[in-house]
Structures are given as C-alpha cells and as structure tokens.
C-alpha cells in the first residue's frame, strides 16, 4: 500500500498538543502539591485541593493517551526515551501514584490527615521535578546507536536537568498559586497573589539561564536562533509579553488574568523549545520521520482518535464548567 | 551474585501485571453483574434491587480506581524494560495498546460518570444504557488487551522488513489463532470472579443476618450463574488447551510434565518435575487419560518435552503446578456451585451456615486461579516473548543492567504494598458498612453530589478511620 498522504506531521501535532494539554493541566494541579506545605492553614488546604479535586484526574488522561500514542506513532521516541531515563520515569510514577491516592483519602481521613497531607505534597514535587529533568535530558539529547539508547543510568541526572528539574518546580508552582487566585477569595487569595511575584521571579530565572546555556551546549539551536533572525524571535517576545501581562495583573489584583498568563508563558516557552530542536524528535541523531511508525499503523489509529478526542475535550469542558467559580472554605467536596 | 537484569524483568512485569489484573478481572464481572441489577429495577421497580446495585457500585468505584492506578504503570513497563520488543513491534502493539487506552478512557468521559453520579438525573433507561455500556466497554478494553497478548502467543499478520515487523493483514494480526479462547475463557474467568465475590460477600451478610431480603437475592441469582458458568468454564478451558496443543505443543507438554513423545500418556495428578534430568519424581497419575483428553484416543500420541531443545523449553515445575492449582480451584468451583443446587432442591440453602462460610471462603479463589492460569500461559510460553520470533533475551532493553531492575523492581513492590493495603483496607470498611447506611436519593443529597468530584472513589462515601461517621 502507498501511503497517500504523510501522516507524520499530523501525528507531530496531536502527540504536541496532548504534551502542552497535559503540562498546563496536570501543572496546575501539581502545583497544588507544591504549594501544599507552604500554605496559610489547614483550610487553605482543603481549598486548594478541592479546586483541583474534580479535574486532576482527566488531566492525567493526557499523560497516559501521550505514552500509548507515542508507541502506535513514534516507537522509536517510547524506546530510546524510557530506558533512557528509567529511574526518572519509576520516580515520577511513584510520585503520582501517592499523590492520587491522596485525593481519595485525604478527605475521607481524620486522624491520617497528615499522612495523606505528605503524601500528595512529595508526590507533586517529585512527579513535577522528574518531569523537569525529562525536559532537560531532552534538550541534552540521548546517546543512540542503532535506533538503541546505549548511555548510563544516569546520563538523564546532569547539572543541567536538575536546574531543568528546579525550573518546572517553580513553573508548576507558578500555574498552581494563579490557579488559585481564579479559584479562591479572602486571605487564600491574598496568599496566592503575595506569592505570585516571587514565583514568577524564580520561573523567569530559569527559563533565562535555559534560554542562554542551551544554545552553548547545542550547534543546532544555537544555528536556529542566531543565523538569522526570524520569525520564531517572536517567541521569547511573547513570553516576555505575558511576563508583563501577568505582573500588571497581579498588582491590579485581577482574577483570571494571571492564570491565563501564565498560561501564554507556558505556550510561548514550550513553542520555543519545539522549534529549537524540531525536526529531531530524538536529538541528536533522529527526526520524526526516522521515529514514525508504518504508516498503516499511524492511520488505524488515528481512525479510533478522531472519534475520541472531541469525546474526552467535550467532557473535560463539560467538567471544567461543572466546577467553575470559587471554591469556598468548608463546602465542596467530602 | 549477578544480577540478571531479563530475570529482574520478568519477576517485575510478572509483579505489576498481576497486581494491575486482579482488579479488571473482578471490575469486567461486576460491572456486568450492575447492569443487570439496573435492568432488573427499571423492569420491577422493587426498589431492594437499586439498593443492590447501588451497594455494588460503591464496591465497582473503588476496585476501577485501584485498576487506573496500577494501570498507569502498564503502559510504561512495556518502554522501560523491554525497548527492543517495543521498538520492533510497536507497529502491531503500538496501535492495539492504544486502542485498550483509548477505549478505557472514552468509557470514562462517557458512561462511567453517569453510573456513579447520574442516578435521579438521568432518565431511569439512559442510566440502565449507561450501567450497559460501561460493562460493554470493559469487554471491549480486555479485547484489546488479550487481541496483543494472544498475538505474542500465535503471532500472525505480520512480517520483518529488516528489522522491524510491519502488519501486513491487521484482520489476521487482531484476531489471530489464540484470541477466540483466551477471551472467552478470559470473559468467563470474569463473570466467575464477579459471581464468587458476590456470593461470599452476600453469604456473609446472611450470616449476619444483615439485609436479608436484597442478599438471598443476590446470593440465589448469583448461585444460579455458578452452576452454568463453572462447567462451561471447563469446557472452554479444554478448547483453550486443545488450540495451545496445535500452536505451543511444549507448553501443553510443560503442563503435562510429559517428556517423552508418546502414547499411552497418564494424566498426572501429582508429580515434581526435575528440568535437570529430564524426567519426574513421585508420579501419581490415572492411565491414558492425558492421551483421550488431548487426543480423544488412549494410544493417542502426545507431545512431549523431547520435542523441543533443552534451552527451548519452559520452566516444567511452575507451569505444571500452577495449572494444577488453576484445574484444582475450577473443580472446586464446580463443586461448591452443584452443592448449591442440591441444597436449593432440598428447600435447606437459605438454614445451611457451614455452606456460607464455605462460600466466604471461596470468594478469593477465582483471584487465584485467574493468576495461576496466567502463570501457565506465560511462563509456559518461555523463553519466547513472541512466540517463534523473539526471545526474552532479544526483546529485553539494552541500555538495562540488573541493579536498575532490581531497584524499580523493590520500589514497586513497596509502592503497591503501600497503596494495596489502603485500598484493601477501604474496600473492607465499605463491606463493613454494607447497604444499611445508603443516603436516599433526595433533593439534599442531589445537590452536594453535584458539587463533589466525578471520580471512582468519590462514588463511596465511607469514611476511611474507625467512628469517623
């Protein structure tokens, strides 16, 4: 059978859209986690979670729709990529699965509290800095042969992946306090807005030394951004954008407004890096084309996922409506 | 000592998918089981039968979360330690595993939410279609699953173009030789779980006398599958053995522990097989009757262990014995379902106690044959991943070296102790609780259940400490 049209590109595109759903979904939620141990009091807590406690669930839909898509559409990306980081990947799903458990606990426990309190906050951390260090070793690139990882245990754990690591801990932060500003009132609010600044300071001084070191460590970045400049400048002038949008936000003491900024930094950010290193989908060596599945395969199941996707997306914002407003202290969720 | 990093591999893929499968095999009966409670109430509208189905659900929510958590980790396993059996059949698996996924969750978003939350907002027959649905939607999930695993067993459909294999009929890669009876044994292996469950729990509570109306219900229909569904199951289960007969002629010898090609073969009732020296000690067996049940003849000739190199046969010890265990527990199942009858036409099932605490007693036993049965199939298809095709050895990750395997090997086992023993202990608060405390569905009730999560667990209202009501 002669493939008709390429389905690489459109496989490129759903396997990134789920990637960018799940990093502002599940970031926002993790952030929760992260906040955990630095919030005001114990009902803080209980807002904090429950204005994440119907939707964090589906947003770890994208995840797992992520990890199966990329074995049907791009086997090589599943085969180098989980070997690659192996101990990273046990720790992030170890970090997930404790901070699951306690949404369902945590709520209906009382003398345990504190336990299920620990739990989902190491959880978070640990999901969101091994995530971190995915990127990281991402943009480092893998050390393949023959279509095989063939590095060490721990090539993924560089200084560079742990400031990678560091920066999603402050980014994931940074969507889970805006988060709460849109979900909460009163002194929860006020929290959130007081540690906004700080948590976008530390985002941008990560995103800034990442900005520098990678094109150092990279002939290809460094070739895709200064050889000549173009239109991806309008990238990082975006971020810079929703940096300005979000602190005026943030002083003006807006509701929704810094979530969606923060939002925007995340796209902008993410579609920077994309077009970094795109076509290499495994860097150094192989591009998305050298990492698709046969094309029989790409299209059976792009098939089953055209009739899905607007099932889950209508349902997510079906969900997403369901729950909207503001989460107050002591009603919700039991 | 070294460390032996396919080895590792196997024990932990063995550990994760037996802990994930014991949660979906009990899930796919149940949810079966639901749907027809709903059907029943919306035909009679006797209200004991929601009382039922909502008890069971509560029960359904939290064992479909346990499954989701455990799950996650599947769907990495494949990547992390075997790479190169990823990597060079993703273009069969790749597809067929993403369908499970894509299946489960668009259950999910659609049907599971209405059952656990849906009930009073819903029209009465769009909740009945929903309870339906979900339990259609577990079939087809464990269709996609055992469509791949059949496939590593009687691989078909596919070919190498270099290194990789490329599909080139998906109809005879999907439905390939082994699928038909690994789904129906696999499907009734399910409803046998489910019927089990509710029978020992049901029978519990009589003996408690809690809920007597809606349990002898429960008991009494339930009773009634037992007695189709265990012989049936035997029936099944000698297909299934018959087709791995034509395709894996050393598993069945393994299960056998028939070394010697021949006639005349004696089934084994006891044996312990020694791999060193070829041959078994301690025989105990009925004469021929592996020859009829295999060959339909008592000179008829059976494959055996001889057949196959040394370095191609499987590990006899486990796959004889865990087959034992399997056939064992199904003949005790058959037992205690004609027991029930016989009690039944004497008029004496509802004032025979030592018969519920038999039943209490077997409510784990289907979780043990499923895995015992799994046992056989799997480790008997050593040392071949896919069988003919690729070996343990040759689908392994290469980058994986013993001490990793080892480390996430112990890490799972403690993280899924951990969140076993939580579940397992909730589960028991819940049976504990039982369907005395249901909130009616009222306007209040109505209107803080719109405002709490729509997730699995959520759908129980048990609180997880003692007193805490």
């Given at each position: ?18 990637i ?6 599940d ?46 559409a791009?086997p090589l990306?599943y ?17 997930l699965?404790?901070r ?11 003398t345990?509290?504190?336990?299920w ?17 995915v990127?990281?070793?991402y ?11 063939v ?11 742990i ?20 979900k ?5 609010q006020?929290?959130a ?8 300071a530390a ?11 990678t094109?150092?460590?990279s002939?290809l970045v460094?070739a895709?951004?200064?050889d000549?400049?173009?239109l991806?400048?309008?990238?990082p ?6 940096v300005?949008v ?5 002083m ?5 407004m810094?979530f969606v ?17 795109l ?31 607007p ?12 729950f909207?407003?503001k ?8 | ?8 591999s196997?024990?932990?893929f063995a ?19 639901i749907?027809?409670l709903?059907?029943i ?7 004991v ?14 064992v ?5 958590v ?5 769907a ?17 698996l ?19 939410g209405?059952?656990?939350?849906g ?21 087809i999930?464990?269709?996609?699953i055992?469509?791949a ?8 459909g ?7 294999l ?22 009734l ?10 029978a ?38 000698d297909?299934?053995g018959?087709?791995t ?13 028939n070394?010697?090609t021949?006639?005349n073969?004696?089934l ?5 097989p020694d791999?060193?020296n070829?041959?078994n000690?301690l025989?105990?067996?009925i ?8 060959k339909h ?6 494959p ?21 265990v ?15 009858l ?10 025979t106690?030592?018969y519920?605490?038999v ?13 015992a ?5 799997e ?19 290469p ?26 202990y ?24 719109t405002?709490?999560?729509k ?15």
């Amino acid at each position: 059978m002669e493939p008709v049209f390429d389905l690489v590109p459109i496989w490129a595109g759903i396997i990134g859209f789920g990637i960018i759903m799940y990093v502002l979904m599940d970031g926002f939620d993790l952030g929760q986690g992260i906040l955990f141990p630095f919030a005001p009091s114990e009902e803080a807590r209980d807002v904090m979670m429950n204005s994440v406690a119907p939707v964090w669930d589906g947003n770890e839909t994208w995840l797992v729709l992520g990890g199966a898509g990329l074995l049907a559409a791009f086997p090589l990306v599943y085969s180098v990529f989980l070997p690659a980081l192996y101990l990273g990947v046990f720790l992030m799903l170890a970090g997930l699965i404790f901070r699951g458990v306690a949404f369902e606990f945590r709520f209906k426990a009382k003398t345990s509290r504190y336990l299920w309190n620990w739990s989902f906050a190491g959880g978070s951390m640990l999901a969101t800095f091994a995530q971190g260090a995915v990127v990281g070793a991402y943009i480092q690139g893998f050390e393949t042969e023959n279509f095989r990882y063939v590095g060490g245990a721990f090539d993924w754990l560089t200084p560079f992946s742990i400031l990678t690591g560091f920066g999603m801990l402050a980014g994931y932060a940074l969507l889970g306090s805006t988060w709460l500003i849109l979900k909460s009132e009163g002194y929860i609010q006020q929290w959130a807005y007081k540690i906004t600044p700080y948590l976008l300071a530390a985002v941008v001084l990560v995103f800034g030394i990442i900005s520098i070191w990678t094109p150092m460590i990279s002939d290809l970045v460094r070739a895709r951004w200064f050889d000549q400049i173009s239109l991806i400048w309008l990238l990082p002038v975006g971020a810079f954008l929703s940096v300005v949008v979000l602190l005026r936000a943030v002083m003006k003491r807006q509701d929704g407004m810094p979530f969606v900024a923060t939002m925007a930094l995340f796209v902008f950010t993410y579609l920077g890096l994309a077009v970094s290193k795109l076509p290499y989908i495994v860097p150094p060596n192989y591009t998305l084309w050298d990492a698709a599945s046969a094309h029989s395969s790409q299209l059976f199941l792009l098939i089953g996922l055209l009739f899905v996707i607007p099932f889950v997306l209508m349902y997510t914002a079906w969900t997403y409506w369901v729950f909207r407003g503001k989460v107050k202290a002591g009603v919700g969720y039991h | 000592m070294e460390l032996d990093p396919i080895f590792l591999s196997r024990l932990q893929f063995a550990f994760v998918v037996s802990f994930h499968a014991i949660f979906p095999v009990f899930t796919i009966g149940l949810a079966s089981f639901i749907a027809v409670l709903e059907g029943i109430y919306l035909k009679t509208q006797n209200p004991v039968w929601m009382k039922l189905s909502q008890f069971w659900t509560k029960v359904f929510a939290v064992v479909f979360g346990m499954g989701v958590v455990s799950g996650i980790v599947m769907a990495f396993q494949f990547g992390t330690n075997w790479s190169n059996f990823s990597y060079i059949s993703a273009n069969f698996l790749g597809p067929i595993l993403s369908y499970e996924v894509v299946t489960a969750f668009f259950l999910e978003a659609a049907f599971l939410g209405v059952l656990l939350f849906g009930r009073g907002k819903v029209p009465p027959g769009i909740y009945w279609m929903s309870a339906v649905l979900v339990a259609v939607g577990t079939f087809i999930s464990s269709f996609w699953i055992l469509s791949a695993n059949s496939w590593m067993h009687t691989p078909a459909g596919v070919e190498f173009r270099g290194e990789l294999l490329y599909v080139t009929s998906w109809l005879e890669a999907i439905f390939n030789a082994s699928l038909p009876y690994r789904f129906a044994h696999m499907g009734l292996a399910s409803f046998l779980t489910g019927g089990f469950v509710v029978a020992g729990v049901s029978a519990w509570y009589l003996l408690r006398g809690r809920e007597v109306e809606a349990n002898r219900k429960a008991l009494s229909m339930t009773l009634w599958l037992l007695l189709i569904l265990t012989p049936l199951q035997a029936y099944v289960g000698d297909l299934h053995g018959l087709n791995t007969l034509e395709h894996q002629p050393a598993k069945v010898a393994a299960m056998e522990g028939n070394w010697e090609t021949r006639g005349n073969v004696p089934l084994l009732l006891f044996a312990w097989p020694d791999q060193e020296n070829q041959t078994n000690h301690l025989e105990v067996g009925i004469p021929n009757l592996a020859s009829i049940i295999l060959k339909h003849s008592p000179d008829g000739v059976v494959p055996g262990l001889d057949m196959v190199p040394r370095e191609e046969q499987p590990p006899v010890w486990v796959v004889f014995w865990s087959f034992r265990v399997m056939v064992g527990l199904g003949l005790l199942m058959i037992a205690v379902a004609v027991t029930g009858l016989v009690l039944r036409l004497r008029g004496k099932l509802w004032s025979t106690p030592w018969y519920f605490r038999v039943l209490q007693v077997m409510s784990i036993t289907p979780f043990i044959a499923v895995l015992a049965g799994w046992f056989t199939t799997e480790i008997g298809r050593g040392p071949w991943l896919i069988y003919g095709i690729m070996t343990f050895a040759e689908g392994v990750t290469p980058s994986l070296q013993g001490w990793m395997a080892l480390t996430t090997l112990i890490g799972y086992i403690i993280v899924y102790a951990l969140v076993f023993s939580g579940g397992l202990y909730y589960l028991m608060r819940i049976l504990r609780d039982g369907m005395e405390y249901q909130p009616a569905h009222d306007e209040h009730s109505t209107q803080t259940t719109t405002l709490r999560a729509k997730r699995p667990f959520s759908a129980a209202d048990v609180p997880f400490e003692e007193g805490a009501r």
